[in-house]
């Protein structure tokens, strides 16, 4: 396989690649968490799309966490050949209250 640089243009899909992430939860009784995460790698989906599925806990807060388990949304082709996910779901709720994470995962090589 031909080597890919981190921001080399690549037309077309790069298999077996994943997404970081770093944001912030929603304000939800007075905190926010800390969302780090990295994603699965591609799992096809309609018309040679791909999404990527993800797993894990926010950052302890006011002695809780909460846990989260989500699906991203299809490649959106950005600048130089790089391709992002949307991502917007709830986490478990934990200490009577539950946080919503959207936004956009980090570009990776690839336009689909
Ligand atoms: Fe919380
Ligand atoms: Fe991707």
Do not use: C, W
């Not at 969302?35 to 809780?64: A, F, R």
């Not at 709720?93 to 956009?104: L, M, P, S, V």
Request: proline share 6%.
């Amino acid at each position: 396989m031909k080597k890919v640089g981190k921001s080399d243009f690549v037309s077309g899909f790069v298999p077996h690649h994943n997404h970081g992430s770093v944001d912030y939860t929603s304000v939800e009784d007075g905190h926010v968490h800390q969302y780090l995460d990295v994603t699965s790698t591609p799992i096809p989906s309609q018309e040679g799309q791909h999404i990527h599925y993800t797993e894990g806990y926010v950052v302890l807060k006011d002695e809780h966490y909460h846990y989260y388990k989500a699906y991203s949304g299809p490649a959106i082709p950005v600048v130089n050949g790089m391709h992002v996910h949307y991502y917007d779901f709830y986490t478990s709720e934990d200490d009577a209250h539950r946080h919503r994470i959207k936004g956009a995962n980090q570009p990776v090589p690839g336009n689909k």
